[in-house]
């Protein structure tokens, strides 16, 4: 599995549950959805979904246009998304809500995709399409920490040594060193640099400046060498 997949799975079993202001964002979700497309008609719509229902079985009522299953996976899904993105990440409200909504309108253009993949994994696509989303936020927000090259400390850091030993570690010990010591940004600079992706190539990737990205990948792999050291 994919180290990005490993990770949205990490977030989403480990996302806090929030319900604040879901009522406005799901008010505004429908009517997005509408706008690209979803018809929901009453003749669709059956009893309303239980507990039992699988989330394979709504998506596809859902792309159907079945309100009450659109209802039944937001219910199930939302408030863990929003605590996510609000409480771990600390996005403001205003961005919480946009990447929220954005996991349901991507699930809904993608379902086919979603539903053709063994197993039907809605939540971890949910997560999945979150995190991206708050990459993407955390670039366009972050500010470089400082112009120029790295200070002498930094340079100290033995970057290709670090670099060999992450490799060495199994996914799912690299994903949890991941996740406890960094933002999903500073994730996506080490991430790519494990692909072999140069520094311009991930700046481009990100929108971001090459200086940006050597300053998030020294600061990424400060913290994970203190966070091996404190366990080796």
């Not at 018809?39 to 859902?62: H, K």
């Not at 994730?187 to 400046?209: C, F, K, S």
């Not at 600061?219 to 060498?225: D, G, N, P, Q, S």
Request: with cysteine.
């Amino acid at each position: 599995m994919p180290l990005a997949d490993l990770l949205a799975r990490a977030a989403m079993l480990a996302a806090p549950s929030d319900a604040t202001d879901l009522a406005p964002l799901r008010a505004f979700l429908f009517g997005r959805l509408r706008a690209s497309g979803w018809a929901p008609t009453g003749a669709l719509r059956g009893r309303p979904p239980g507990l039992a229902d699988s989330d394979e079985a709504l998506l596809v009522a859902f792309v159907r246009g079945d309100a009450a299953a659109f209802d039944a996976l937001f219910d199930r899904h939302a408030a863990r998304l929003n605590g996510y993105v609000r409480r771990r990440l600390r996005l403001e409200p205003a961005d919480a809500a946009d990447a929220v909504q954005e996991a349901f309108l991507v699930l809904f253009q993608k379902a086919e995709a979603v539903l053709a993949h063994e197993p039907v994994n809605v939540p971890g696509f949910l997560f999945g399409t979150l995190r991206n989303k708050a990459v993407r936020v955390l670039a366009a927000r972050s500010c470089e920490a400082a112009e120029g090259p790295p200070d002498a400390q930094e340079l100290s850091l033995d970057e290709d040594g670090l670099t060999a030993l992450l490799r060495r570690e199994t996914a799912e010990r690299l994903v949890s060193l991941l996740e406890r010591t960094c933002n999903p940004l500073e994730q996506e600079v080490v991430i790519m640099g494990l692909d072999d992706r140069d520094g311009p190539e991930i700046a481009l990737a990100l929108g971001i400046t090459p200086n940006h990205v050597r300053q998030l990948r020294h600061r990424a792999l400060r913290k994970l060498r203190e966070a091996l050291s404190q366990v080796s």
